[in-house]
């Protein structure tokens, strides 16, 4: 629930909860709380976030356009431009705030009644305002991280409707700079007749095998495993020592 600032101060629980949800704990309180405060719940304007709005965006939209340079180095221009346009949408930051809750510490006034939706923009805003205050309180590697935390299941998500093709390729990317790995291909199973065979892949980095899936081909059913690969991974994901279940 949304608190009115005017009415009721922000409680250090509070600050306390939402470093815990996003993950990130600030050196500099102020700036947390800074981002927080809707213009309707400041004393002034400058204490409100939109100045770290302002920041924010401009910041959210370089290590995007960084991630996607990284990742898919065999895109042109435009299809990075349409996918960069989908992730850094006012749309997608709303949704991922909803989804960290972040309208549970939104500072507001009267303006803005808890009895209502709290509108997209305010969502989104608060989004951009949290990735400046990160970068102002911890620099770019803290922001990089919350960003490539938050943004890459979008971004592959988005990927995956431009270029389908691009599965194995992102895999390739991720394993090699988390793990230091590059992924194998393995055929599980065959099925159908000699001119019309299926198959089933699964992809594997190390010694962890990821879910198989079927394809018409095997260029189609190690894109598939790919895929699935990438759907298992978390940006933060370190690997067990023993093999998954096959």
């Not at 250090?12 to 990130?24: N, S, V």
């Not at 939109?50 to 996607?68: A, K, N, P, T, W």
């Not at 299809?79 to 500072?107: N, P, Q, W, Y």
Request: hydrophobic share 40%; proline share 5%; with cysteine.
């Amino acid at each position: 629930m949304t608190r009115d600032r005017k009415n009721q101060p922000p409680l250090e629980p509070d600050l306390e909860a939402c470093q815990k949800r996003i993950g990130y704990l600030f050196q500099d309180r102020a700036l947390l709380l800074t981002a927080l405060t809707h213009a309707s719940g400041a004393q002034h304007r400058l204490g409100s976030n939109e100045r770290l709005e302002f920041l924010g965006d401009s910041i959210l939209g370089f290590f995007v356009c960084e991630i996607l340079y990284r990742f898919f180095p065999d895109s042109l221009e435009g299809d990075l431009t349409r996918i960069k346009s989908v992730v850094v949408s006012r749309e997608t930051c709303s949704r991922i705030s909803d989804a960290l809750g972040l309208i549970d510490f939104l500072i507001v006034g009267k303006g803005l009644s808890v009895s209502k939706p709290v509108p997209m923009s305010v969502l989104s805003d608060v989004f951009e305002s949290l990735v400046a205050a990160i970068y102002l309180d911890g620099g770019v590697q803290p922001a990089r991280i919350f960003i490539e935390r938050l943004l890459m299941p979008q971004i592959l998500q988005v990927a995956s409707g431009e270029q389908g093709a691009n599965h194995k390729s992102i895999l390739q990317q991720t394993a090699q700079r988390d793990f230091g790995l590059t992924p194998t291909y393995e055929v599980i199973d065959e099925a159908g007749p000699d001119h019309s065979k299926s198959f089933q892949v699964a992809a594997q980095i190390g010694q962890v095998r990821y879910g198989p899936a079927w394809g018409k081909n095997k260029k189609e059913a190690e894109q598939r495993a790919a895929s699935n690969a990438l759907i298992e991974l978390k940006p933060d994901d370190s690997l067990p020592e023993s093999e998954t279940e096959k």
